[in-house]
């Protein structure tokens, strides 16, 4: 999990091959003179935003822990990476392990000359984020993705282990189902050719390197 100032044309190739890219503010960062770097899902994530924060949080966070889990490179920026991108990240580190957002904004700051206490100036801010680290829970990972898997009537399924879909593994318990006589491919544009709409409960689990660059991306 890397910080960073704005990815832009001229400083691109110095940025880790991430498959997630989180852009703290409202705007694509083509908007601000930026880029998506190669490959990477963009998630815009408002970290400064009042009223946009928290609902773009709920569906954040369970694609950066599985895309930790599964060892994907994410790269969180605002402009200069010291201030919104600071508290977005020292969100995330609290809540992976487990300390406190002071603790958290800490580590990062001995690390990267950051100003979170600067961004916690705005106090409606603070306050969400140390709320946020209490209320986000770690739960456990799903299986990394190893295929794709549908029927002629199913939704397009992600594999989780030997044809069973991701949307249907069970963490607890072997009585996962299965699909009756699936196609399967390992091939994305295979997968895709089937022409099948995604099944989102499958997408809810995976890693960002998973997700549909097409459809799922913004
Ligand atoms: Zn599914």
Known sequence: MWLAGLPTAANKHRFP???LQIACFTERPEERNGVVLPNALLRRFPVAVAAERAEAWKELWPLVLQSLYCGEVIVTHCIAGRHRAGGASALIRAVMMGETFEDASDWIAQRRDTDVPGFCRDKEAAKWLQETVKNTKRRDRWPRPSGYLATPRSALHLQGFKLVPLCMH????????????????????????????WCRACLARAPASWMPRDAGSE
Not at 178 to 188: A, H, K
């Open 17 to 19: 091959p991430a498959t």
């Open 170 to 197: 069970h963490q607890k318990t072997d009585k996962a189902q299965r699909l009756t006589d699936p196609m399967f491919t390992e091939d994305g544009d295979e997968a895709v050719a089937w022409d099948r709409p």
